[in-house]
C-alpha cells in the first residue's frame, strides 16, 4: 500500500504561482513514476504532468500535456519521498481540484485526496 498527501493549493490571482507537494508513504519503492492529474468542474480528469522513476531508463523523465509545458515544472525530492508540481503563470482555466498520483509495478494506481487549486481573473 501506498499513500498519497497532496498539499499547497489555494486561491491566486492569474499570472501567480502556486508550488504543490505530494508526500508519499508506505510501500514506495514498489512506485514507478508519479504523476500529476487535475479536474475542473464538468471536465474529465487530466493528466498534467509525470515524471519516472524506475526503471533506471525511466528515472528522472519527465512529460507534460501541452497546456501547461513551460509553466508547469514537475520534479522529486528522493530523500523526502516528495513530488512537486511548481505552477508558474497560472490561468483562470488552470482551475481544477489537483491529484498525485503513483502507479506501481503490477500497473495499480495510488491516489491522493487532491487540493483546489483556484486563479482567479
Known amino acids: 500500500q501506498v499513500q498519497l498527501v497532496e498539499s499547497g493549493g489555494g486561491l491566486v490571482q492569474a499570472g501567480g504561482s502556486l508550488r504543490l507537494s505530494c508526500v508519499a508513504s508506505g510501500n514506495i519503492a514498489s512506485i514507478n513514476s508519479m504523476v500529476w492529474y487535475r479536474q475542473a468542474p464538468g471536465k474529465q480528469r487530466e493528466l498534467v504532468a509525470r515524471i519516472g522513476i524506475t526503471p533506471p531508463s525511466n528515472n528522472g523523465v519527465t512529460y507534460y500535456a501541452d497546456s501547461v509545458k513551460g509553466r508547469f515544472t514537475i520534479s522529486r525530492d528522493n530523500a523526502k519521498n516528495t513530488a512537486y508540481l511548481q505552477m508558474n503563470s497560472l490561468r483562470p482555466e488552470d482551475t481544477a481540484v489537483y491529484y498525485c498520483?503513483?502507479?506501481?509495478?503490477?500497473?495499480?494506481?495510488?491516489w491522493g485526496q487532491g487540493t483546489q487549486v483556484t486563479v482567479s481573473s
Open positions: 498520483n503513483a502507479p506501481d509495478f503490477r500497473g495499480y494506481a495510488y
